[in-house]
């Protein structure tokens, strides 16, 4: 079975409206900010951030710190500081551009609210860019933008530092943490359909095309959404959302009251079954 890793809703280009859906499936956070805030994030990832990709950055561990400071006084040939202070969320500037939603909204789920304790110190630079810990600071964009937040700030700029990390990453043996793809998107590459609802002169006959197939794949209608539940007990979920356009299938699958995956797709009769295959496929791959 193939193996689906974890994300790819990456901030600086999910619309806010697929991200509010995604955030209202999982928890409440900051009703009435989140659209603001998240416009705001996605507003500074677009213009301040160096466009690098998670794997570009280096990878600082806090526990090193030290000892990066002393390799790069070495390598310099001069005096490196690292200051500890605070430094309000909103003042820090991104060099990545990958910032995956999906790990801000599990860390805010698991009780690790960076807003309400931001304790762990994230790296910047003696320019306010963030060297390492991006997705800490913007679950505190998302949460709370004007928080103080623990920073470790290098007396040196971020394009030097940087490259100097790169550096002593490759020196020491710390491998760059990797860009992920999200399960769902590995199963709509795999079951090959497409996201946009095609062209069609009766959208609705296609809507109801899809709640057939729906129904002859085992799913019964319990209030209000399309239900099936598998032998290993995981049950599937269907709701149609014929609001929004195009009208699209949201199917999500849970195992022991907790939700497990999720993903969307126009509804049309060709869609749903490859939707539901997917899903299903998924599941089992995560021993649902």
Do not use: C
């Amino acid at each position: 079975m193939a193996h689906f890793l974890e994300f790819a809703l990456n901030v600086a280009t999910v619309p806010v409206d697929d991200a509010a859906d995604y955030v209202g499936d999982e928890l409440a956070v900051v009703p009435g900010e989140f659209e603001a805030n998240y416009r705001e994030l996605q507003k500074v990832l677009r213009a301040d951030s160096h466009g690098h990709k998670r794997v570009d950055m280096p990878v600082i561990p806090n526990d090193r710190v030290e000892e990066f400071r002393a390799w790069l006084e070495q390598k310099l040939g001069k005096p490196v500081t690292v200051k500890p202070t605070k430094i309000p969320a909103a003042m820090l500037s991104p060099t990545q551009s990958q910032i995956w939603l999906e790990k801000i909204v599990k860390a805010i789920r698991d009780g690790k609210r960076q807003a309400a304790n931001a304790t762990k110190p994230i790296m910047v630079s003696g320019d306010d860019y963030i060297l390492d810990g991006h997705h800490r600071w913007a679950t505190v964009m998302i949460e709370k933008p004007f928080q103080p937040m623990n920073v470790l700030q290098f007396s040196l700029p971020i394009k030097l530092l940087q490259k100097l990390g790169k550096w002593y990453n490759k020196e020491h043996g710390i491998e760059a943490r990797e860009g992920f793809i999200h399960k769902r998107k590995a199963m709509r590459e795999a079951a090959g359909w497409s996201f946009n609802q095609p062209e069609r002169s009766d959208p609705v006959s296609e809507i109801e095309k899809s709640i057939k197939t729906i129904e002859d794949a085992g799913f019964r209608l319990v209030g209000g959404q399309h239900q099936l539940t598998i032998p290993s007990g995981t049950t599937f979920v269907a709701d149609l959302q014929e609001k929004r356009w195009p009208p699209s299938w949201f199917l999500s699958w849970w195992k022991n009251g907790k939700k497990i995956g999720s993903i969307r797709g126009a509804a049309s009769a060709e869609n749903v079954s490859k939707i539901v295959q997917a899903a299903k496929n998924g599941a089992e791959a995560y021993g649902g």
